[in-house]
C-alpha cells in the first residue's frame, strides 16, 4: 500500500499569511493527488485533484502543485474561513489512502 | 444539486451486523464508481471500500476485508455497505462517495455521514 505522510500535523497563522502544506508518498503516484477540506462536523470538500487543478467553485487563493511523490498545498492569503483539516490522498491505486491530516488554526 | 443521503447507522453489539444504505439523486447514478470513508471519532479519513459502475469490481482495506460487502442497485440509485463481525474499531462516521469516474478517480461529492457505534 502507499503511505501518505503529510507534515506539519497542525499550524497557526495569522489573517493574510501564505500557509503551506506538504504531502510525501511512499512512490511515485504521478500526479494523482487530492486535497480536500474538512470542517468541524461537516464531510471533507474536494479543493484539488490531479495535483493541481482546482475543483470547480473553490477560491483561486488555493493552488496545489507537484508530481511524483512530493507535493505542496498553499493557501495564498488565509481567511478565518479556512480554518479546517486538511487532507491529501492519492488516486494512482487502490487502496486510496489519505494523510493524517494538518489542523489549521488561527493564531 | 448532487445528493448522497447515508442512512442505517445505529449502535450494534461487538460481532454484530448493519446494513448501511446511501441513496443518490442529481446524477446518472450508473456512470460512476462509488466509494466508502470512514471517520472514527477525533481521528483522521480512512478509505473502506469501492465498487465500479456495474458493479462487477469492488475493492476493499484489508481492515474489513472478508467482513464488509459493498454493493449497489444502479436500478435504485442506491448504494450499500453490508458490514459483518463489527468490532469496536469499526466505530466511525461512515461517508457514502461518489467518484469523478472510475474507482481511481478523484471523489468529488460526500454525503453527509452516518454515525455507526460497537460496543456492548
Known amino acids: 500500500d502507499i503511505q501518505m505522510t503529510q507534515s506539519p500535523s497542525s499550524l497557526s497563522a495569522s489573517v493574510g499569511d501564505r500557509v503551506t502544506i506538504t504531502c510525501q508518498a511512499s512512490q511515485d503516484i504521478s500526479n494523482y493527488l487530492n486535497w480536500y477540506q474538512q470542517k468541524p462536523g461537516k464531510a471533507p470538500k474536494l479543493l484539488i485533484y490531479?495535483?493541481?487543478n482546482l475543483e470547480t467553485g473553490v477560491p483561486s487563493r488555493f493552488s496545489g502543485s507537484g508530481s511524483g511523490t512530493e507535493f505542496t498545498f498553499t493557501i495564498s492569503s488565509l481567511q478565518p474561513e479556512d480554518i479546517a483539516i486538511y487532507y491529501c490522498?492519492?488516486?494512482?491505486?487502490?487502496?486510496?489512502?489519505f494523510g493524517q491530516g494538518t489542523k489549521l488554526a488561527i493564531k | 444539486e448532487v445528493q448522497l443521503l447515508e442512512s442505517g447507522g445505529g449502535l450494534v453489539q461487538p460481532g454484530g451486523s448493519l446494513r448501511l444504505s446511501c441513496a443518490a439523486s442529481?446524477?446518472?447514478?450508473?456512470?460512476?464508481?462509488m466509494t466508502w470513508v470512514r471517520q472514527a471519532p477525533g481521528k483522521g479519513l480512512e478509505w473502506v471500500s469501492a465498487?465500479?459502475?456495474?458493479?462487477?469490481?469492488?475493492y476493499y482495506a484489508d481492515s474489513v476485508k472478508g467482513r464488509f460487502t459493498i454493493s449497489r442497485d444502479n436500478s435504485k440509485n442506491t448504494l450499500y455497505l453490508q458490514m459483518n463481525s463489527l468490532r469496536a474499531e469499526d466505530t466511525a462516521v461512515y461517508y457514502c462517495a461518489k467518484g469523478k469516474g472510475a474507482v481511481t478517480s478523484p471523489v468529488d461529492y460526500w454525503g453527509q455521514g452516518t454515525l455507526v457505534t460497537v460496543s456492548s
Open positions: 465498487i465500479s459502475t456495474s458493479g462487477g469490481t469492488t
Open positions: 490522498q492519492h488516486y494512482d491505486n487502490v487502496p486510496l489512502t
Open positions: 490531479d495535483a493541481s
Open positions: 442529481a446524477f446518472t447514478f450508473r456512470n460512476y464508481a
